[in-house]
C-alpha cells in the first residue's frame, strides 16, 4: 500500500524507520532560543530622538542678546532633562511589566519628564514671542508628550492579599540576583565574545523563571535563596574573570570550562525550579483534598 515519504526534515514528517536502537531517533529536547520570553524594547528611537530635538536652541541662542541666550539655553537644558528621565522612566516601567508582582516606580518619571518638556518649550514661547504663546506651548508639549510616552505605574501590581515582609523578602533577594546578572551580562559585552553572550542570555531566561516562580509564592524563598544568592554570585565572579581572561588571551580551555559551567547551572536553576513548581501543584492537592473532605462530611456532592 502506498505510503507518505516523510523524513526527518519533511513538513509534518516522521523520521525515516531504521534498525536503530529504541529512543536513538528522539529528537532532543528544545533549547532556549536567543529571542525567548523577550518583548521589544520601549527604550528606542522614540526616545532618544528627544535628545536631538532642543539642539537648534543651541544655534538660536548664541545668536541672541544675553538675556535671550540665557532662556534659550535654560529651555534646552529642559528638554535634555525631560529626554533623559523619559528614557529611564521606559525602562522602569519594562521592568515594572516584566515581574508579575512589582511595586511602581518610586519617582514617577516620565510625569516629570512631560513637565520638563512644558517648561521647556514654555520657555521657548516666552523668550521668543509672548505670554499668550508661553501657554500655548507649555501645554501642547506637556500634553503631547504625555499622549506619545504614556504615564508611569501608579499603583503595585499583584501585591493585594500578600504579606508584605515576605514579598519585600523576595523584592530584594531578586533585585540582587537581577543585579548579579546583568554584570555577567556587562562583562561578556566588553570581552567581545559573541557566542558567550548568546550562551548567557539562554541560561538568564532560565533563571528569570524561577524568579517568577518564587514571586508567585513568596514561600518558595527559602528553598531558592541558594540560587538566588550563592550560586549567582559564585557564577558572576566566574564569568567576569572569564571574560577579563579572554579578552587578552582567547584562552579555549577557560571558555570550555565556562560553557560547561554555564550548562551546570542551568541544568540545576531548571531542576530547583521544577521542584518548586511541582510542591506548588503538591499544596494545590492537598487544598483540593481538604475541601472535598468538607463537603463530603457536610452532605454536600
Given amino acids: 500500500m502506498a505510503q507518505r515519504y516523510g523524513s526527518t526534515y519533511s513538513p509534518d514528517g516522521s523520521p525515516k524507520t531504521s534498525a536503530k536502537p529504541e529512543g536513538a531517533g528522539t529528537p532532543p529536547p528544545p533549547k532556549h532560543r536567543p529571542f525567548d520570553g523577550k518583548r ?15 539642539l537648534p536652541l543651541s544655534w538660536k541662542a548664541f545668536s ?14 529642559c528638554l535634555v532633562g525631560a529626554a ?41 514661547g516666552w523668550f521668543g514671542w509672548g505670554a499668550l504663546e508661553t501657554v ?3 501645554s501642547l508639549g506637556t500634553v503631547l508628550h504625555s499622549l506619545a510616552f504614556g504615564f508611569d505605574p501608579l499603583k503595585n501590581k499583584g501585591m493585594d492579599d500578600i504579606d508584605t515582609f515576605q514579598q519585600d523578602r523576595v523584592s530584594k533577594a531578586i533585585d540582587e540576583a537581577e543585579a548579579h546578572l ?10 567581545g565574545d559573541r557566542a558567550a553572550e548568546t550562551r548567557l ?17 513568596p514561600r518558595d524563598l527559602t528553598a531558592a535563596r541558594k540560587y538566588l544568592g550563592v ?19 582567547k584562552n579555549a580551555e577557560a571558555r570550555q570550562d565556562w ?4 550548562d551546570d547551572l542551568e541544568q540545576n536553576f531548571a531542576a530547583r525550579n521544577e521542584a518548586l513548581l511541582l510542591g506548588s501543584k503538591t499544596d494545590l492537592d492537598i487544598e483540593i483534598e481538604v475541601l472535598r473532605d468538607r463537603l463530603a462530611r457536610e452532605g454536600i456532592k
Avoid: C, Q
Fill in 259 to 262: 560553557f560547561a559551567l554555564l
Fill in 64 to 77: 541672541a542678546e544675553p538675556i535671550v541666550m540665557a532662556g534659550y539655553l535654560a529651555a534646552l537644558g
Fill in 84 to 124: 533623559f528621565l523619559t528614557r529611564e522612566g521606559l525602562k522602569a516601567e519594562e521592568a515594572y511589566e516584566a515581574r508579575k508582582i512589582s511595586r511602581r516606580p518610586a519617582i514617577p518619571r516620565k510625569i516629570f519628564g512631560s513637565v520638563l518638556t512644558g517648561v521647556g518649550l514654555g520657555l521657548v
Fill in 136 to 138: 500655548i506651548f507649555a
Fill in 231 to 249: 550560586y549567582l554570585l559564585g557564577a558572576r565572579d566566574a564569568t567576569v574573570k572569564y571574560a577579563d581572561l579572554w579578552a587578552r588571551t
Fill in 201 to 217: 542570555d539562554a541560561f538568564i531566561k532560565t533563571a528569570r523563571d524561577m524568579f517568577r516562580t518564587v514571586e508567585d509564592d
Fill in 182 to 191: 546583568n554584570t555577567m551580562r556587562e562583562a561578556l559585552s566588553r570581552s
Fill in 40 to 54: 521589544p524594547s520601549r527604550v528606542g528611537a522614540r526616545s532618544n530622538l528627544l535628545f536631538y530635538a532642543g
